[in-house]
Nanobody, 124 residues
């Protein structure tokens, strides 16, 4: 059983930055692909960014390319999401997820374990 805990969310003004962290326990973190998803009120959960287990591949949804960066530290069992130039449309609950297949690509069905989420609110 893999346990994921997100942190780093909060309230920020448009144009500001945040760094989300997701700490994993209970498994072998280095073999998992990891992803970040978000869900805004009344909307479906959407893929934001993903990273493969060996860090060779990263994936981003178009709306965050150039603004968000996903990274991981396998020694710390942690994945990060650096978010720059945040906009009100980025307001959502952000979730991290683990892909036991190791790929870290998009699609909620590809992920096996989920965190509880952290709220990000961007004011205009």
């Amino acid at each position: 059983q893999v346990h994921l805990v997100e942190s780093g969310g909060g309230l920020v003004q448009a144009g500001g930055s945040l760094r989300l962290s997701c700490a994993a326990s209970g498994g072998t973190f280095s073999i998992y692909g990891m992803g970040w998803f978000r869900q805004a009120p009344g909307k479906e959960r959407e893929f934001v960014a993903g990273i493969s287990r060996n860090v060779a591949y990263t994936y981003y949804t178009d709306s965050v390319k150039g603004r968000f960066t996903i990274s991981r530290d396998n020694a710390k069992n942690t994945v990060y999401l650096r978010m720059n130039n945040l906009q009100p449309d980025d307001t959502a609950v952000y979730y991290c997820a683990a892909d036991l297949g190791g790929l870290g690509r998009g699609g909620t069905s590809k992920y096996d374990y989920w965190g509880q989420g952290t709220q990000v609110t961007v004011s205009s």
